[in-house]
C-alpha cells in the first residue's frame, strides 16, 4: 500500500516507522541505565598460552547480581530475553564496559586481549558496526586487534551471508572473531566456509570428557584438523585438568581456559592474578606427538 502512495510517501512512512522504533530503543535504554545497570557486573577469565605460560588476555561473561535471587549465571537470564530489545542494550553496555576495561587495563602497562560474547541479534543490529566503530574511537590508545568477538555457531544467525558481511566489515577495523562452542550447533562446516573467522573454540563439553571418551577425543582431533586448515587458531574452553591440557598440547591447541587456569574473577583481581601465575611445569614440557 505504501508504494501506491508515490515514492515521497514511503519514505516518510519508513522514517516514522524507524523513529518510533527509535524511540522505544531510547526508552528502553534509559529503563536499563536507571534500573538495572548496577546490578550486572563483567567477571574475567583468563586465557593463557599453555605450552609458554603466557597470559593472553581474558574473556569477558557477565554476572547479574539479582537484588532477591542473589548472583545470577548466563543461563538464568539471557535465555529469556532472547528477541527483547533490553538485550540490545544489555550487550551494548557489555561492549562498552568491556572495552573500557581494557583499555585501563592498558593503560596499567597490562597487554591484554578481550574476547567479547556477542549474541546473532546483537550482531546483526542495523547500527552495531558504529556503534563499535564509535567505541574504538573512544579508545583511540587500544589497538582494534586487542578485542575479540565471539559469536556462537548456533546463535541465530538468520541472514547468515549478511552476518558474514558485518564480521568482514569489523574484521576490516581490526577487531578479532572467533566461533564459540563449536561442533554443538548445526552446520558447522557451513559457519566455517561462510563466517570468516579468526578462531575457533572448542566447546568444553568435548573436553571434559576428551580423556574418557575416544568419540570426544577424536571430535577434538577433527576440529583441531578442520582449523588448521582453514588457517584458524583453536582455542580450548573448560580445560579443568592438567591432563585434559596436555591431550590438548599434543593435538595441537595451545591456547586455553578453564578451572585449571583460574575461574572467572572480578575486574580488579586480574593484575594480582596475573603477577601470581605460576603455570604447570608439565604444560611447558609437552611435546607436540600424538599420545600413543
Ligand atoms: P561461553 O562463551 O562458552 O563461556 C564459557 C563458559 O564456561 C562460562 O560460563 C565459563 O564460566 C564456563 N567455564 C569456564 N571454565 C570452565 C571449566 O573449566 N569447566 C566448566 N565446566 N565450565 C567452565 P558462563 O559464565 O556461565 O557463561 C555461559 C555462556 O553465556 C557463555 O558461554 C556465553 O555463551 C554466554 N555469555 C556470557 N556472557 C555473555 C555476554 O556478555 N553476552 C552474551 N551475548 N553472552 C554471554
Ligand atoms: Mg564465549
Ligand atoms: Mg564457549
Ligand atoms: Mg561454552
Known amino acids: 500500500k505504501a508504494k501506491q502512495l508515490g515514492r515521497n510517501c514511503y519514505y516518510l512512512f519508513d522514517s516514522e516507522e524507524s523513529s518510533a522504533q527509535d524511540l522505544r530503543q531510547q526508552l528502553v535504554q534509559q529503563v536499563f541505565r536507571s534500573l538495572y545497570q548496577d546490578e550486572f557486573e563483567l567477571f574475567y577469565q583468563p586465557k593463557v598460552n599453555m605450552k609458554t605460560g603466557q597470559v593472553l588476555g581474558a574473556e569477558a561473561l557477565i554476572r547479574w547480581h539479582h537484588p532477591e535471587r ?14 527483547d530489545s533490553l538485550l540490545i542494550e544489555l550487550e551494548e553496555w557489555v561492549l562498552q564496559t568491556g572495552i573500557q576495561q581494557l583499555s585501563t587495563w592498558h593503560q596499567q602497562g ?8 556477542i549474541s ?5 543490529e542495523s547500527s552495531f558496526v558504529e556503534k563499535l566503530d564509535g567505541l574504538l574511537r573512544q579508545h583511540a590508545d587500544l589497538p582494534p586487534e586487542k578485542l575479540e568477538l565471539e559469536i556462537l555457531e548456533n546463535s541465530a544467525l538468520e541472514n547468515i551471508s549478511n552476518a558474514g558481511d558485518i564480521i568482514k566489515r569489523c574484521r576490516r577495523m581490526g577487531v578479532g572473531f572467533s566461533l564459540d562452542d563449536f561442533g554443538t550447533g548445526y552446520s558447522s562446516l557451513t559457519h566455517l566456509k561462510r563466517l570468516p573467522a579468526d578462531a575457533i573454540k572448542i566447546d568444553c563439553s568435548f573436553v571434559a570428557e576428551i580423556m574418557d571418551d575416544p568419540d570426544n577425543l577424536a571430535i577434538v582431533e577433527g576440529i583441531i584438523g578442520l582449523a588448521t586448515a582453514f588457517r584458524l587458531k583453536t582455542v580450548a574452553e573448560g580445560v579443568e585438568e592438567i591432563e585434559q591440557g596436555m591431550m590438548l598440547l599434543h593435538l595441537g591447541c595451545n591456547i ?11 575486574a580488579v583481581d586480574i593484575p594480582d592474578w596475573i603477577a601470581h601465575y605460576n603455570p604447570p611445569k608439565a604444560w611447558r614440557s609437552a611435546t607436540a606427538n600424538p599420545i600413543p
Not at 543461563?75 to 529469556?80: A, D
Not at 591484554?112 to 560474547?117: D, F, M
Not at 546473532?120 to 546483526?124: A, H, I, K, P, T
Not at 586455553?256 to 572480578?266: R, S
Open 256 to 266: 586455553a581456559q578453564g578451572f585449571a587456569i583460574a575461574n572467572p574473577m572480578p
Open 120 to 124: 546473532g541479534q546483537y550482531l546483526q
Open 110 to 117: 597490562l597487554n591484554l586481549s578481550l574476547s567479547i560474547n
Open 70 to 83: 542473589g548472583l545470577l549465571l548466563p543461563h538464568e537470564f539471557l535465555p529469556q530475553l532472547q528477541g
